[in-house]
Structure formats: C-alpha cells, structure tokens
C-alpha cells in the first residue's frame, strides 16, 4: 500500500453552520453521493432542540445520534472524505470549537434569506484564527432570500472573508431556474414544477451563445449575463493556492434539501481541499508524510450504556499509520498503550479496523486514561498545542446533594471534565468547587449524568461571574503579584491543570484590575504561551 497515496487520498472536514442553515441536509445528500446511504431521512437529526433542556431521555437519545454522526465517512470519486460533526446548538459550542482543531478545511452553510448569524461569525472567526481554509455553501435558493451579491458583500463584512464566487443562481425562490457553475463553466437547470428533478448539465464555455436565450428566456440570459460580467469585474478570479492559505474563500450557491448545487459543491471540494495538513506541536511541526505515527484525542464521548463507565476517545491521526495492537506512547501519562479494538467510522457505522492513515479517525475505548488534548506517538515526547479553554459564559457552584457519595461525586466531575463537558475551577479561598460552562444546558446533562452513570447526585447555586481569565505574572515573585494575590484572593481559582484563574465579577472590575496590575496578564483563554 501506497502510504503517500493514502494520504493524498483523504479529504477530512467539517461543516458548520447557525442552527438550521441546513447542515443536517447538506450532510446527507453528501452521503447520498457518495452511496454511502441510500436514501434521504438516514442520517439522524443530532440537533438538540430548545424544548429539550428538560427533557433528560431526549438530551441522552441526543447524545446517541451524536455519536453516531461523530464522523461520517464515505468514498466518492476515489476520495475517503472524513466528516467530523459539528455540533450547532450554542450550548455545545466548546465542542465543535475542538472539532475544528481536528479538521483541515471546512463547509460554511449559509441560509440565504437569513444570511450571516451569530453562530456562524463565531466559527468562521475561530477558523480564520486557525487559517483552516473555508468554502462558503449559500443554502435554500429555492426561497425568496436576499440579493446574491448583497449577500456576498454581508459575508465579506461580517465574516471578514475575501469570496470569489464559483457559481451563481439564475433566478431565486420562485423564479429559481438553476446554477450557473462558474468552476466548470455549464448550466444546471430545475426541470418541473416540483423543482425535485436535475436536468442534465449544459456546459457553457461561452454565456454570449444565443441558445442560452432559448434555454432560459431573454430575461433571465441578459441578466446572468450581466451578473456574470459584474462578477468578473469585482471579484478577484479563484485562487488555489490563496484558498488554502485561508486568504480567499469561494463560494457555492445550492439548495440542500432539493439536492441542487450540492454535486457541483462535492466535485470542487474533492479537487481543491487539502489534504491532511501537517501540524504545529509544541516541539516541532509534524510532517502528515512521516512515518512515525503522531496524533492527538480531540474529542471524549460518553458510552451510551451507564452500566459501563468505558468511553471512545477519538483520535485524530496526524502522521504515521496507527495500527492495532502496537503498543503507543500515551505522552502525559508516560506510557505505553495497546489498542486491541479501534474503531474506523464509515456511513453511520463503526468497525474494527488493523490501519488507518493521516486524517483519519480512530475511535478507542478508554477507561479514564484520556482528557481532550493528549497526543499519542511510538515514543517521541511531542505535544500537539491548538486546543485552549475559552472563559465559560455561566459559572455555578456545585454542593454534593448526598454526602453519602461524595467520592461518587468527585470522580463523576473528574470524568466529566476531562471529556471537556464542562470547566472545573477550584476557589483559592475555601476549596469549593465553581462549574462553568458555555450555555445553561450543560448544567442539566451534568446533573443527570452524575446520578445515572456514577450514582451520585448534586445542587447548584449562582455564582455571578463576568469572565474568567487565566493569569500570567511577569515575575512571580515580585510584590505587584504577591498583592495582587492577596487582594483579590476572593476571586482566584486555580483550573483543572492547576492554572491560576481570576474570575471577574464585572467587567468594570476586570479593568480595574488590568490598570492596577499591569504586570499580571489576564488572558481570555487557557493557551497563552
Ligand atoms: P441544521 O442541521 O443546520 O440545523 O439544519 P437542517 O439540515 O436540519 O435544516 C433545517 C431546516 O431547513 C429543515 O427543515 C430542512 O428541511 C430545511 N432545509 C434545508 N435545506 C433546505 C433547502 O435547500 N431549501 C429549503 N426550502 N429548506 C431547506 P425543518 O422543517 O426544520 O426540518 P424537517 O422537519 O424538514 O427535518
């Protein structure tokens, strides 16, 4: 087996969107392409729906669909194509945020008539951070929606993206005729009323031929024309090399759930996506081609049996082939790790599998050695960096409801955290434990968790804080810092890897604490070297 061809083969993406752009419907009709399912309805809703929140049989139904969706593979056009689920509800926010780390390009979805929302500014903004490079699908043309080209200008302002399109609607809405694909220069034309069928593609080196009049009407010729000629005017022409540097981002234009623009979309990501890009680790970056292998757990998932306390840590392989059986060095815990049955994900299902390559995904059972982050290699002490904490938006206290397990209590949160449900902070002051997390759901799924998977049960109470940050002291041993420790002792917690945090209880105290100690960083997220 050819290992270079291996890797040159794999595309491993994400797509990610606001809640109901269409990801789920997107997902699909690239699985469909692929053969990978046959028919729509078979990949599973993984939304968690407002009405759930206290719902707890639905958030555990949830989190079995997302397993299962975790990574979805498939063949197409001789591409292994890789997709990592991202969740889109805001309160799992954190957890796509680590996908992303595990992703080398990514699907923006955009609903047309909504265009940029808030949680998409979000994810572009961090994918911009991490120079992934992006290709922007605009969603449900079959609605009325807003201008194409309004809308691209919203997408480069409010995203601060730099778009090229490559290919453009003929007619929106009711008056939707097709697709002009500026990549491959052809015409993918609606055909019926139902809007459900594809006529064949026209090609169309040259939009003055005048059987473009007769395919769809004077009207709508001269104004794609003209759009086509705006286009060409204003937008810089595609750029590959531009794309994968993050600097340019083209842009598709379709309808998911019609099954329309989504070829073309799949056709141009096979061929300019990148694939498996090598990585920055601490200590050196690792080329995707080496032999040795390296990789990284980006994501902890739960059993779905509460009986059984096991979990699958999905790994990301970087370089090397990760085969079963050989013994790999776990780096934090110095140790040497065997895995006798990982998972390779295909469609919707899981199997055993002997090898996987760079970009691949491998899923391995784990009894509590993993936390979200750990690299794996044959034995070189490499640590791969890129998945900091952000500051959690809500912080409780939580007291242990039944003193009789509070050891119940302790390992449960222990688990939890590390699967990165949730951020632990300590308080310097008293020891007692403050819960943060990215919206209010979590509190809920830790709740339960705790009594039905480790038998423990607990309460919350409020806990106002603004933001949490993490602390760096110029000197440690200069007054300003002993001080500035002793003050604001109140404030102060140290995190699950024993960093120090200052949780600022508004955001005018934050600044005043910022003039008073100028010499003590306060960073907004966990990774600050
Ligand atoms: P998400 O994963 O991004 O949250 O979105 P999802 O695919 O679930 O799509 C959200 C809604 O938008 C769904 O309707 C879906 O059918 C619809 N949708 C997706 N693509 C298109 C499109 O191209 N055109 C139109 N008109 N609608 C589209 P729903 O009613 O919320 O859900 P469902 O009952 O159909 O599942």
Redesign the pocket.
Same mark, same amino acid.
Do not use: H
């Given at each position: 087996m050819n290992f270079k061809k291996e890797i040159a083969k794999r595309r491993t993406f994400g797509i990610i969107?606001h809640? /109901? $752009? #269409? =990801? %789920? %419907? +997107?997902t699909e009709k690239l699985l469909l392409f692929g053969g990978a399912i046959q028919e729509a309805g078979a990949v599973k809703?993984n =939304?968690i729906k407002k009405s759930a929140t206290s719902d707890f049989m639905e958030i555990e139904r949830q989190r079995g669909i997302s397993v299962a969706t975790s990574v979805l593979a498939f063949l197409y056009k001789d591409k292994k194509i890789n997709i990592l689920d991202t969740p #889109?509800h805001k309160d799992f926010a954190e957890d796509t945020f680590r996908t992303l780390t595990a992703v080398d390009s990514v699907i923006v979805?955009i609903d047309v008539a909504k265009g940029v929302e808030e949680q998409t500014k979000k994810l572009v903004e961090v994918c911009r951070m991490r120079k992934i490079p992006m290709i922007v699908f605009i !969603? =449900? +043309? /079959?609605?009325e929606g807003k201008d194409a080209f309004d809308l691209l200008d919203e997408v480069e302002q409010e995203l601060g993206l730099t778009v090229t399109p490559l290919s453009f609607p003929i007619g929106m809405g009711y008056d939707f005729k097709g697709i002009y694909n500026i990549y491959e220069k052809n015409i993918n034309l609606f055909s019926g009323d139902s809007k459900k069928n594809i006529e064949d593609t026209i090609a169309f080196d040259d939009l003055s031929n005048p059987d473009l009049d007769k395919i769809i009407g004077d009207k709508a010729a001269a104004t794609l024309r003209e759009n086509i000629e705006l286009i060409e005017g204003v937008y810089p022409p595609f750029n590959k090399q531009a794309y994968l540097e993050a600097n340019q981002q083209p842009v598709f234009f379709g309808? $998911? +759930? !019609?099954n329309f623009g989504v070829r073309e979309l799949l056709d141009c990501f096979i061929e300019i996506a990148p694939p498996p890009r090598d990585k920055m680790a601490q200590e050196r970056l690792v080329k995707a081609d080496e032999q040795q292998m390296t990789g990284f757990v980006f994501k902890i998932h739960a059993n779905m049996d509460p009986k059984h306390r096991d979990r699958l840590a999905f790994v990301k392989v970087v370089s090397g082939t990760f085969e079963r059986n050989k013994p790999y060095l776990h780096v934090r815990q110095d140790k040497k790790l065997k895995f006798s049955s990982p998972n390779a994900f295909f469609a919707e299902k899981k199997e055993i599998v002997d090898t996987s390559f760079p970009g691949d995904i491998v899923g391995l059972h784990d009894t509590g050695n993993f936390k979200i982050g750990d690299t794996l290699t044959e034995g070189e002490t490499i640590h791969y960096k890129g998945i900091p904490s952000f500051s959690p938006e809500h912080f409780r206290y939580i007291n242990n409801a039944d003193p009789m397990k509070s050891k119940q209590l302790y390992k449960g949160i222990d688990q939890l955290m590390d699967e990165g449900v949730a951020q632990l902070f300590t308080l310097e002051l008293n020891g007692r434990k403050v819960i943060g997390t990215v919206g209010a759901l979590q509190y809920e799924v830790i709740q339960y968790r705790l009594e039905h998977e480790y038998g423990a049960r607990c309460t919350y109470e409020n806990f106002p804080v603004h933001k949490a940050c993490w602390v760096e002291a110029n000197d440690p041993n200069s007054d300003e810092f002993k001080e500035f420790k002793r003050v604001k002792q109140k404030f102060l917690a140290t995190d699950k890897r024993g960093q120090l945090v200052f949780l600022a209880d508004s955001a005018f105290s934050l600044q005043m604490t910022q003039q008073k100690y100028p010499n003590v960083k306060l960073h907004f997220t966990s990774e600050f070297s």
């Open positions: 969107s809640p /109901d $752009a #269409g =990801k %789920t %419907t +997107l809703n =939304k #889109g979805v !969603n =449900k +043309l /079959d609605r309808s $998911a +759930l !019609n």
